[in-house]
């Protein structure tokens, strides 16, 4: 199809506040596709329903982070006027579509997804899986085909997801007639943006761990945090040789920094191999580069959180670009869901032909 619209969906359970792991491994990316002007229709949905799959005896915490999740989307750049985010519980659509796509997927398919396998051990859910949370791949699946989603930015750790999406797309069009939409994944083009660890080395960001830096952080947390961020261990005395492996301050200047940054706060090196090459000779303490770290961090960070102090102060609004992006986003998800059951055939009073079928099936002479 040459002309087919490109439409991006993508989004985020809200489970918490989202962390500089969010933000390069998809939110910056978002933005930046938003602003190319490449796209159609862009739809960022705040996957409640789905963080409920894991937290159903917990809803007050869902609930508390619609709010934060959507200030932390506003304060990253995405623009209301460009980018429609939503909140998917109230596309109510998007369960009925899971149910007929739930036909299409086998148990053991399911199983064999790497995500869903690694959280469920993750959740020692092991013998106690919520069928909810065992199928959520399915209703992915209904959020991205419900609009019509040609494109997915998110991260690795969602690309077995994208995948079971295609999978049903397939299905369905060959069972039902062509009907939806094939997405496309769009992963991280930096490699240390594809999993940024934590801030102590570990290879995970979470909240229990305390190893993130949260965008809303104030300037002095994210200070404190990187001054006090994992390195190589051996690394001793400045004039030691020091590793680049599983350094956390080398791959955070990986994910943020560029020769720009160089030249305005440490312009002894003009970029970050020149800097590397001198950590692994030896001679560079780990404190000059946490101190650069430091520097390039606030400068990304530092109109996210002069845009998020705005935001804060004007919650209605941030309250009715929900609402009704929620609204907008419900009307397109229809239009999917009508055609999905015509193809389906299950669009009995909708379509004409259902009545004449039956009057001349039951109908003498
Ligand atoms: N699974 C995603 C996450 O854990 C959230 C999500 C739900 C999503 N539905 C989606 C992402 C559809 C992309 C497309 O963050």
Do not use: W
């Amino acid at each position: 199809m040459e002309n087919q619209k490109k439409i991006i969906l993508t989004g985020d359970r809200p489970t918490g506040k989202l962390h500089v792991g969010h933000y390069v491994g998809s939110l910056k990316r978002r933005v930046e596709l938003q602003e190319s002007g490449a796209f159609d229709e862009i739809y960022i949905m705040i996957a409640d329903a789905q963080a409920l799959t894991d937290n159903a005896d917990n809803p007050s915490k869902i609930r508390d982070n619609i709010m934060e999740v959507a200030l932390d989307y506003l304060s990253a750049g995405l623009d209301p006027a460009k980018s429609n985010i939503f909140v998917q519980s109230t596309v109510t659509e998007l369960t009925e579509l899971s149910f007929y796509y739930m036909n299409l997927v086998t148990v053991s398919r399911l199983q064999r997804n790497p995500t869903v396998k690694s959280e469920i051990q993750m959740r020692n859910f092991e013998t106690s899986i919520p069928v909810g949370f065992f199928t959520y791949p399915i209703s992915q699946a209904a959020d991205i085909t419900a609009f019509g989603a040609t494109t997915v930015p998110v991260g690795e750790d969602q690309a077995p997801m994208i995948e079971q999406t295609r999978e049903i797309v397939h299905k369905f069009n060959s069972v039902y007639g062509e009907t939806l939409t094939e997405p496309q994944i769009l992963l991280p083009d930096n490699e240390a943006c594809l999993r940024l660890p934590g801030t102590d080395g570990k290879a995970k960001m979470s909240k229990s761990l305390g190893n993130c830096i949260y965008l809303s952080e104030t300037e002095a947390d994210v200070k404190k945090k990187v001054m006090s961020m994992f390195t190589d261990p051996d690394h001793i005395r400045v004039q030691d040789p020091g590793k680049l492996e599983g350094n956390t301050v080398f791959t955070y200047l990986d994910a943020f920094s560029n020769d720009g940054h160089f030249a305005e706060y440490l312009p002894e090196y003009a970029n970050l191999d020149e800097l590397k090459e001198h950590y692994k000779r030896g001679g560079l303490g780990d404190v000059k580069v946490k101190k650069f770290l430091n520097n390039v961090m606030q400068e990304e960070l530092s109109p996210i959180r002069a845009r998020r102090a705005e935001y804060e102060k004007d919650i209605d609004g941030v309250y009715e670009i929900l609402k009704s992006g929620s609204e907008a986003a419900q009307k397109k998800a229809a239009q999917t869901l009508k055609a999905v059951r015509r193809a389906m055939k299950i669009d009995y009073f909708d379509d004409p032909a259902f009545l004449q079928e039956q009057q001349r099936k039951y109908t003498i002479g």
